[in-house]
């Protein structure tokens, strides 16, 4: 088992950052995938970035490459994105989740076994 918890979510001008962070108990953390997803209103959860068990391999959506950042710091059993270059679009419910497969690429939701309780990030215009 392992339970995640969000924070870093707020309300931010356009061009600003964010940086939120998902801390993890259980066991075993550095043997999980970790990824990021987010939620509009109305809208299905879509995939925003993931990073192997190590932190050495990434992958992001289209829509955030260049501008977001995932890491991880195993020592402290936290993952975090860094969110640069805010735009409105990016107003959702962030979630983090964790995929028992340690390689990094899954983008499905259906392939993440563990969900964090979601934080709510508002870019205003």
């Known amino acids: 088992q392992v339970q995640l918890v969000e924070s870093g979510g707020g309300l931010v001008q356009a061009g600003n950052s964010l940086r939120l962070s998902c801390a993890a108990s259980g066991r075993a953390f550095n043997q999980y995938s970790m990824g990021w ?17 190590s932190g050495g391999s990434t992958i992001y959506a289209d829509s ?5 950042t995932i890491s991880r710091d195993n020592a402290k059993n936290t993952v975090y994105l860094q969110m640069n270059s805010l735009k409105p679009e990016d107003t959702a419910v962030y979630y983090c989740a964790a995929d028992r497969a340690p390689s990094g690429s899954a983008i499905n939701v259906l392939e993440y076994d563990y969900w964090g309780q979601g934080t709510q990030v508002t870019v205003s215009s």
Do not use: D, S
């Open 64 to 68: 955030v490459k260049g501008r977001f």
């Open 37 to 53: 997803f987010r939620q509009a209103p109305r809208k299905e959860r879509e995939f925003v970035a993931a990073t192997n068990w």
